[in-house]
């Protein structure tokens, strides 16, 4: 069974930055494409950036050129580094590894006060 542990989430004024974690254990298979997505209330989850094995990264519009996703393949660890966070980018994100099947972290709250 598959664990995705996340961290880095919290409170912070709109022009700040944080970094999210996330560290996948458990796999039997090797981990292809990780990354991710991000809800509001009575919203459908949304992409916000993944990376493949081999380096190659995809961003939702809202957020390039404001946020980096990384990985260490050796870790099996991917992060998000968010500057320039806005309002609008209050939301749970959610940690996704995808292998044989989709690996869902448990969400941490990232807020931004205006």
């Known amino acids: 069974q598959v664990q995705l542990v996340e961290s880095g989430g919290g409170l912070v004024q709109a022009g700040g930055s944080l970094r999210l974690s996330c560290a996948a254990s458990?796999?039997?298979?090797?981990?292809?494409?990780m990354g991710w997505y991000r809800q509001t209330p009575g919203k459908q989850r949304e992409l916000v950036a993944t990376?493949?094995?081999?380096?190659?990264?995809n961003y939702a519009d809202s957020v390039k050129g404001r946020f980096t996703v990384s990985r260490e393949n050796a870790k099996n660890t991917v992060y998000l580094q968010m500057n320039s966070l806005k309002p609008e980018d209050t939301a749970v994100y959610y940690c996704n590894a995808k292998s044989i099947w989709d690996y869902w972290g448990q969400g941490t709250q990232v807020t931004v006060s205006s």
């Open positions: 990376i493949t094995r081999g380096g190659s990264t």
């Open positions: 458990g796999s039997r298979f090797s981990i292809s494409a």
